[in-house]
């Protein structure tokens, strides 16, 4: 894997260490629970997790929901472990599809969902940053969640 890439891909990781430590004993009341009528339930915030892990590495093969979807998704998620199952085998495509990424693919240009054109790299990055915010969001989201139920959820400590 290229140097720039692996540093991203590093990061997306550690995000995964933590995003595992804070799903842990989220059962379906909390999954769909909302801090407000129109925020997102960590249900549909870890679908769009697992939309996003399969959107880039289509974005980068030009293939797939890239070619299909013009703007941001989730995905259905029947439970935590559902999610982390169908996760894993998206997070391991993306990991092949970064292998194989060479230098002057960097530079090829994506188109980022009728935003705008990104480099390969751009969106390399980006996926780092957007795994990162969607992550710290569910944990926002459980902490609201014990201090309206007064349920402090498992595993929502933070690393």
């Known amino acids: 894997m290229i140097d720039a890439v692996r540093w991203y891909d590093d990061l997306v990781e550690a995000q995964v260490g933590i995003l595992r430590r804070i799903t842990q004993g989220i059962d379906d009341e909390e999954l769909d629970w909302r801090p407000h009528p129109q925020a997102n339930p960590v249900r549909w915030i870890l679908g769009h997790h697992l939309w996003y892990e399969t959107w880039v590495a289509d974005a980068i093969e030009d293939t797939g929901r890239y070619r299909t979807d013009r703007s941001p998704q989730s995905l259905p998620i029947a439970s935590v472990d559902a999610f982390w199952t169908d996760f894993e085998a998206e997070a391991d495509r993306?990991?092949?599809?970064?292998?194989?990424?060479?230098?002057?693919?960097?530079?090829?240009?994506?188109?980022?969902?009728?935003?705008?054109?990104?480099?390969?790299?751009?969106?390399?990055?980006?996926?780092?940053?957007?795994?990162?915010?969607?992550?710290?969001?569910?944990?926002?989201?459980?902490?609201?969640?014990?201090?309206?139920?007064?349920?402090?959820?498992?595993?929502?400590?933070?690393?």
């Open 94 to 159: 993306r990991r092949h599809v970064y292998e194989q990424l060479r230098e002057q693919d960097l530079e090829r240009r994506t188109d980022y969902l009728g935003t705008g054109t990104y480099s390969v790299a751009r969106l390399v990055r980006t996926h780092a940053a957007h795994f990162t915010g969607h992550t710290w969001q569910i944990r926002y989201v459980r902490g609201t969640y014990a201090r309206a139920t007064g349920r402090e959820p498992e595993g929502a400590g933070l690393p």
